[in-house]
């Protein structure tokens, strides 16, 4: 009975959704995608027209991944768990306290104000929700003046009127991107999306896709992918990046070789010690097996990886704008195992 609610609600949350997002496709367009469990938008960005739509993950079978990880999900859905458990096996951000009903927790003799003096930026954000929903990185100006995600302006007294109305936020370090990830886009933090799956037939983990993800202009501070950011496929043996995908706003699709607001090239570039990097990865995996699928965000930062956080059940368009998921034999071997294909 439970599956049977959930399997009608990801149908309808699929046809509310586009509904709201009005994507410019025809009435009967969209119906024949929701009856095959697409969002309009996926026509475009996957390029339904030239391509199989049985070689995709579809947006219905996404949402019914959700279950995957269970009874584990709350590892990847809280940020503070998720610095907890993740953090004994791959670099993650120091988290320094935690906002309760706007009053803050500290994780060790340090204050709020302590934090806020010694440090020139940091990481305010709510430990449930992606999209980039609920994240606030803070610059220090001088003792008194504060930016908000690169906007707003906040004084010193103005700023803890906002960390009062906070509930169930984390405060934690500032990650600074290394060389490369700020030669791709210095106003944005650029992080890797990697998908990473435990082969139900031999119980190790092995990465099923991976891209880089690229701020622009109307994306920064950040670089989600829905918000107008870039997405490069990543080689997996090389670590060589593709031209990019960006999420589609009209019937066109659209790809770049170099970045749209600088002209900096992206396609052909190479992610330094990518082989390491992909060690780290399955390695961390591997430590953490009832995670059957994890969807890692990673930053190259000066001190080397680091995982900003995870998902539990990680939305493919960003991947998928390059190639499909079940092309692969191994990741239709996963999907098929759980029943979700």
């Avoid at 949402?63 to 590892?75: K, L, Q, T």
């Avoid at 060389?179 to 944005?188: E, G, M, Y």
């Amino acid at each position: 009975m439970k599956f049977t609610y959930y399997k009608y609600r990801a149908k309808l949350n699929i046809v509310k959704k586009d509904l709201r997002d009005k994507f410019p496709l025809s009435f009967f367009k969209k119906l024949s995608l929701w009856k095959k469990g697409f969002l309009a938008e996926k026509y475009v960005l996957y390029q339904l027209d030239k391509h199989n739509y049985k070689d995709y993950l579809s947006d219905y079978n996404t949402s019914m991944a959700r279950w995957i990880n269970e009874p584990f999900n709350e590892i990847l859905t809280n940020k503070f768990i998720f610095s907890q458990c993740v953090g004994k096996y791959i670099k993650v951000p120091e988290t320094y306290g935690i906002f309760i009903n706007g009053h803050f927790s500290s994780h060790s003799n340090k204050t709020l104000d302590d934090l806020m003096d010694a440090m020139t930026m940091f990481v305010v954000k709510i430990v449930s929700g992606g999209g980039g929903k609920g994240v606030y990185i803070i610059q220090k100006e001088n003792d008194n003046q504060y930016i908000l995600n690169n906007k707003t302006r906040y004084s010193h007294k103005e700023l803890h009127q906002l960390f009062k109305t906070l509930n169930n936020y984390i405060f934690t370090e500032y990650i600074e991107p290394g060389d490369f990830s700020k030669s791709l886009n210095q106003a944005s933090v650029n992080t890797m999306r990697v998908v990473t799956m435990i082969d139900p037939k031999t119980n190790k983990a092995f990465i099923a896709r991976a891209v880089q993800r690229i701020g622009v202009e109307a994306s920064a501070p950040q670089d989600n992918f829905t918000k107008g950011g870039l997405s490069a496929a990543i080689d997996l043996d090389t670590g060589t990046l593709s031209d990019c995908t960006t999420h589609p706003k009209t019937k066109k699709h659209i790809r770049y070789t170099h970045h749209p607001d600088t002209n900096i090239k992206i396609e052909g570039v190479t992610i330094p010690n990518w082989q390491s990097i992909r060690e780290q990865i399955i390695n961390a995996a591997n430590n953490l097996p009832m995670l059957k699928i994890i969807g890692w965000d990673f930053v190259i930062a000066k001190e080397g990886l680091v995982a900003i956080e995870g998902n539990h059940h990680p939305d493919p368009d960003v991947l998928q704008g390059h190639e499909p998921l079940l092309i692969d034999e191994r990741i239709k071997a996963f999907y098929n195992y759980y029943k979700i294909i």
